[in-house]
């Protein structure tokens, strides 16, 4: 079946740009849709479709497509934003909905 | 407001049973997909089961395939999922998730825990 590759670790300075990419063949078909989960919390949906934000969520963060690579791009990060980032998308084959691995983020 | 609140997680016995249930307000519960995602402890998140807006569908991740069964009361707003043969690796926070319009899942609840020990 299908997966959804995340980076590593990223860390990135107070106010700057960061992007989290999440990888899998099956983002060539369907969009990704991005979560942020702060340590001892419910997941919070951040990013949807082809760039849809929920209310309530700051316009800092952004989502893009190429191919077969998903990002998630954080305009001048705050300390609020330390967390770990999800990806998730729908599959043809096999399960019908993959998670990637996840991403922690830390904000120096 | 959406809110969704978990409950019926123990420390359960391993081949042991469990019924989990989650209870929905805020929104229109019978238009909506809905779905069970668990993570495990300081692991990720793994999606578990998604069940259609009428019940008529439900899809299960190929490691609970057989042994967990989702269902839904629409009368009574509530996702219930019915785990049997519990293994030490479903030791994990179980979320109940409603699904988006565009296959995203944009809410979710606080979680119970089932632990799996003998």
């Known amino acids: 079946s299908s997966e959804l590759t995340q980076d590593p670790p990223v860390s990135v300075a107070l106010g700057q740009t960061v992007r989290i990419t999440c990888q899998g063949d099956n983002l060539r078909r369907f969009y990704a849709s991005w979560y942020q989960q702060r340590p001892g919390q419910a997941p919070v949906l951040v990013i949807s479709g082809k760039n849809n934000r929920p209310s309530g969520i700051p316009d800092r963060f952004s989502g893009s497509s190429s191919g077969d690579t998903a990002s998630l791009t954080i305009t001048g990060a705050q300390a609020e934003d330390e967390a770990d980032y999800y990806c998730?998308?729908?599959?043809?084959?096999?399960?019908?909905?993959?998670f990637g691995g996840g991403t922690k983020l830390t904000v120096l | 407001e959406v809110q969704l609140v978990e409950s019926g997680g123990v420390v359960v016995q391993p081949e042991g049973s469990l019924r989990l249930s989650c209870v929905a307000s805020g929104f229109t519960f019978d238009k909506y997909i809905m779905h069970w995602v668990r993570q495990a402890p300081g692991k990720g998140l793994q999606w578990v089961s998604l069940i259609s807006w009428d019940g008529g569908s439900t899809y299960y991740a190929d490691s609970v395939k057989g042994r967990f069964t989702i269902s839904r009361d629409n009368s009574k707003k509530s996702l219930f999922l019915q785990m049997n043969s519990l293994r030490t690796e479903d030791t994990a926070l179980y979320y109940c998730?409603?699904?988006?319009?565009?296959?995203?899942?944009?809410?979710w609840g606080q979680g119970t825990l089932v632990t799996v020990s003998s």
């Open positions: 998730n998308s729908r599959d043809s084959s096999g399960n019908p909905v993959l």
């Open positions: 998730a409603k699904g988006g319009m565009d296959g995203s899942f944009d809410y």
